[in-house]
């Protein structure tokens, strides 16, 4: 069963979106995440916001990556920089079916 986490950005500045995802994946992808995925929206009600997917092998995995991330120096000056640029709009968190 995969655990992913989406967080939803709007920001019109896309090369420093593009650089603190960079930043961004290196450190969670380090804390054992499976994936980190930037994404944007295209169509819809959120037509030019940015989405950001983590993928996890199970809650477990999960919340130690989640623990590890806060405790990380340099994801709270990534996030510190982050909000001068992006407004986190929602997070939500999918847990997968196995069929």
Wanted: hydrophobic share 45%; charged share 25%.
């Amino acid at each position: 069963m995969a655990i992913v986490q989406f967080a939803r950005f709007k920001s019109d500045k896309p090369e420093e979106m593009v650089k603190s995802a960079k930043q961004g994946k290196a450190i969670f992808e380090k804390h054992g995440a499976e994936f980190f995925r930037l994404s944007r929206f295209h169509t819809g009600a959120w037509a030019g916001e940015w989405l950001i997917t983590t993928r996890y092998s199970s809650w477990e995995v999960y919340g130690k990556v989640q623990d590890a991330v806060t405790k990380d120096p340099a994801f709270a000056k990534l996030m510190a920089h982050t909000v001068t640029f992006a407004e986190l709009k929602g997070r939500n968190v999918a847990v997968g079916v196995d069929l």
